[in-house]
């Protein structure tokens, strides 16, 4: 077997059973640590209830004393139509194809069906979907222009920088180049952006679902600075053996990986969001709209494996006031 021929196509229910949804459910989700609307009916839009305020009242008599109903904003997220296209020559494709099968430790190698090619298609497709829509809904700018990277769709911080200019957010922090010296600066900028904050943000903390995102840069200071303490157990433990997991003040740093992808891009290369992860939201549709759909083939003549995707996807930050920016110069 020299070439992968069979043509594939996923379409309504396969398209969700078999590809999106495994990739943006369970484990898979919490992995891009935002909130997921999935195949949500179109256009896709978020209730959003302010509280009523005290509705305790004295009980004295029957009747309704009911004041007025807690109020509903809606906010409607931007789906963009946007599509994915690979090519690989025959050989490499194969190769790809047959490397993420012989690492399966069940597979028989006398005997691989048909069943077993398309996971690994699949899964070779899936992973690079899965990255894309990771990187655009972070720093996807719909105005880049064509031909441009990223540019599908608008992302989380082209929003906050939109807040920034209409004047519904003030930065918490702006630091420059030199600020960035010391291993205490991530700490200062942590602070400064706790410090900063509207009260509605930083009274979500007993939800458990606040978090510091910030730039590889912040996040490696912020380790440098937990090294310091040079004289106790758990820093030497860390020191030697990493720590797969940072907080502080009890709020997960979640580093983005953004850095390889920030430089072709104006946004500031180094930055930190206090948010909360409801708040940011990723929303996807393969259901709703005409031509959504996978398919894999194999083009004879120029001997090349193809895979293309068509699909809905937007994002949107829903509430200003759960934002806490800071970012360098």
């Known amino acids: 077997m020299s070439f992968i021929e069979n043509a594939k196509t996923y379409t309504g229910?396969?398209?969700?059973?078999i590809f999106f949804r495994p990739m943006l459910s369970g484990q898979s989700a919490l992995d891009l640590g935002v909130r997921i609307l999935y195949n949500m009916p179109a256009p896709t839009t978020v209730?959003?209830?302010?509280?009523?305020?005290?509705?305790?009242?004295?009980?004295t008599a029957a009747g309704w004393t009911g004041g007025d109903p807690a109020r509903k904003l809606?906010?409607?997220?931007?789906m963009s139509k946007v599509k994915a296209e690979l090519g690989y020559s025959a050989a490499d494709y194969f190769s790809m194809i047959y490397e993420l099968i012989t690492n399966r430790a069940d597979v028989n190698m006398d005997d691989l069906t048909g069943t077993e090619l398309e996971q690994a298609e699949t899964e070779l497709f899936k992973r690079a979907i899965a990255e894309s829509l990771r990187v655009t809904m972070w720093i996807g700018d719909k105005e880049?222009?064509?031909?441009?990277?990223?540019?599908?769709?608008?992302?989380?911080?082209?929003?906050?920088?939109?807040?920034?200019?209409?004047n519904k957010i003030t930065a918490a922090k702006t630091y420059?180049?030199?600020?960035?010296?010391?291993?205490?600066?991530?700490?200062?900028?942590?602070?400064?952006?706790?410090?900063?904050?509207?009260?509605?943000?930083?009274?979500?903390?007993?939800?458990?679902?606040l978090v510091y995102f910030v730039t590889s840069d912040l996040y490696h200071l912020y380790e440098k600075y937990l090294d310091s303490f040079a004289n106790t157990e758990a820093a030497y433990i860390g020191r030697t053996e990493g720590r797969p997991v940072l907080t502080y003040h009890g709020i997960p740093v979640v580093d983005l990986h953004l850095s390889s992808y920030l430089r072709d891009t104006t946004y500031a290369q180094s930055f930190c969001l206090l948010t909360d992860r409801r708040n940011l939201v990723l929303a996807v549709n393969t259901s709703?709209?005409?031509?959504?759909?996978?398919?894999?083939?194999?083009?004879?003549?120029?001997?090349?494996?193809?895979?293309?995707?068509?699909?809905?996807?937007?994002?949107?930050?829903?509430?200003?006031?759960?934002?806490?920016?800071?970012?360098?110069?």
């Open 47 to 59: 209730q959003l209830w302010e509280r009523s305020g005290d509705i305790l009242q004295q009980y």
């Open 288 to 329: 709703d709209f005409p031509g959504n759909e996978i398919r894999m083939w194999y083009n004879p003549d120029l001997m090349e494996n193809r895979q293309r995707a068509v699909f809905m996807a937007g994002c949107e930050v829903l509430d200003e006031k759960l934002v806490s920016f800071a970012y360098k110069e």
């Open 74 to 78: 809606q906010k409607t997220i931007d």
């Open 176 to 209: 420059a180049a030199a600020d960035l010296e010391k291993a205490a600066a991530a700490v200062d900028i942590f602070d400064a952006a706790w410090t900063e904050a509207a009260e509605e943000l930083t009274d979500l903390k007993p939800d458990g679902q």
């Open 144 to 166: 880049a222009g064509a031909g441009t990277e990223y540019a599908t769709f608008n992302g989380f911080i082209k929003r906050i920088y939109e807040l920034l200019v209409e």
């Open 13 to 17: 229910r396969d398209l969700e059973t």
